[in-house]
């Protein structure tokens, strides 16, 4: 079955079609021909599924039922589409969205929660939400920015895109009955707050790109809780409304219309305002003002987080400056790259590259890994910003060097 829907997806490949979304991929039952009205009906938990052969296999003793199968329909299908996709675009990645799965269907499918609602306790919700997915295992998710079902105002619609600039799969959806939830149709302030933090999102692509390999050859997740970093400070246990983007950058979100301040709290360490540079030493709670252009955010001392320049849309053109944006302290960062294309990775066609920054009396050492890997970027000029001290930038040789500061 997942080998015929697999190749289903040929009508659609040989037209340039790159990526499927499944969308309520699950049994499911009307009592009316869909798009008709009437009611939804529960699939009966006890319906059988599967066929007489299937009795005594390894998985069920008796023929199974519908409670027993459910989440493996949705697995499966994410499975067979992207099987489907790779024999049919054997050169090139493809991308695949699931609604329902299961366990494992991270190694198929990207997933976003479903049909939220334009309602401040949706988007509050979908910190924790995205969160507890990284920690089983599913690191490629997110929520429908602005809400799906009902109407955003321009308030929730600026807050949720500033939230949604972390989510690992950033995406703006609403239904067909809706208002229009495009950036520009809330006025001229929404927009450009829209615009600032997309292109955020876009500068920190060398970053986010890193993390998912990280989370794929680990299972880390990319979005993660402040407990998965600082797991001795009980603090963090219960502290679901502030999330770190990889292990460098923290946000604490406003979810609430008319809020312009909020509590945040800082761990052990010092930590920097990512917007002034301003410094901190925890653990603290201290008061962050959060206009509505600004969701506050810090960085931990010792943080590199690589950047690029903004582009419209990825790979717009070659990767021609790359900025590591350095707080002072220590720490250590390694940079994953490759074609972002092609399957090339899989034989060895990617490159590494690992930075530390440390302290030595009044100076700052900023130290450059040899390029590792058989994978060669574009000519580019690396610029090295140590936050509040200056920057020094030199042509990409792939070369190992050494910058003080």
């Known amino acids: 079955m997942r080998q015929w829907w697999g190749d289903l997806h040929k009508s659609l490949t040989d037209i340039g079609v790159a990526g499927i979304w499944n969308d309520m991929n699950e049994p499911a039952i009307d009592d009316r021909p869909f798009g008709d009205g009437g009611q939804k009906i529960w699939f009966p938990l006890d319906a059988p599924q599967g066929g007489e052969e299937d009795k005594g296999n390894l998985v069920f003793n008796?023929?199974?039922t519908h409670v027993e199968v459910h989440n493996l329909y949705g697995l499966s299908m994410a499975r067979a589409s992207a099987e489907g996709l790779q024999q049919l675009r054997p050169n090139e990645r493809s991308f695949v969205l699931t609604r329902s799965g299961f366990a494992g269907v991270q190694r198929w499918s990207?997933?976003?929660?479903?049909?939220?609602?334009?309602?401040?306790e949706h988007l509050e919700m979908s910190l924790p939400m995205l969160c507890n997915m990284g920690l089983s295992g599913v690191a490629f998710v997110g929520c429908d920015i602005g809400g799906f079902a009902g109407n955003a105002t321009a308030e929730l619609f600026a807050r949720w895109m500033q939230v949604g600039m972390l989510y690992p799969f950033m995406r703006g959806h609403s239904a067909m009955t809706t208002a229009r939830h495009e950036p520009w149709v809330f006025g001229e302030r929404t927009e450009n707050i829209c615009r600032e933090y997309i292109n955020l999102r876009y500068q920190l692509l060398p970053y986010i790109y890193t993390l998912f390999w990280e989370a794929a050859t680990t299972g880390a997740p990319i979005l993660r809780p402040l407990l998965y970093h600082f797991p001795s400070d009980r603090k963090t246990y219960t502290l679901y409304d502030q999330v770190l983007l990889g292990p460098s950058l923290m946000a604490a979100p406003i979810y609430r219309p008319g809020i312009e301040h909020r509590a945040v709290y800082l761990s052990a360490g010092t930590w920097y305002d990512w917007w002034t540079g301003e410094s901190y030493s925890g653990p603290i709670h201290i008061l962050a003002h959060a206009p509505l252009e600004k969701?506050?955010?810090y960085v931990p001392a010792g943080a590199i987080i690589p950047m690029q320049p903004v582009m419209q849309y990825v790979d717009e053109h070659p990767l021609e400056q790359?900025?590591?944006r350095?707080?002072?302290g220590t720490g250590e960062f390694t940079l994953y790259e490759d074609d972002g294309q092609t399957f090339e990775y899989q034989k060895g066609a990617f490159a590494t590259i690992n930075y530390r920054v440390s302290l030595r009396g009044e100076q700052t050492i900023v130290e450059i890994g040899a390029r590792e890997g058989e994978w060669t970027p574009s000519p580019r000029e690396v610029i090295v910003e140590l936050v509040g001290v200056g920057e020094q930038q030199f042509q990409d040789d792939g070369k190992a060097r050494t910058l003080k500061f």
Not at 110 to 120: C, E, P
Request: proline letters at 9%; hydrophobic letters at 50%.
């Open 62 to 64: 008796e023929r199974a």
């Open 110 to 120: 990207s997933v976003w929660m479903g049909d939220n609602q334009s309602l401040w």
């Open 295 to 297: 969701m506050p955010l």
């Open 322 to 324: 790359l900025r590591l």
């Open 326 to 328: 350095i707080f002072p």
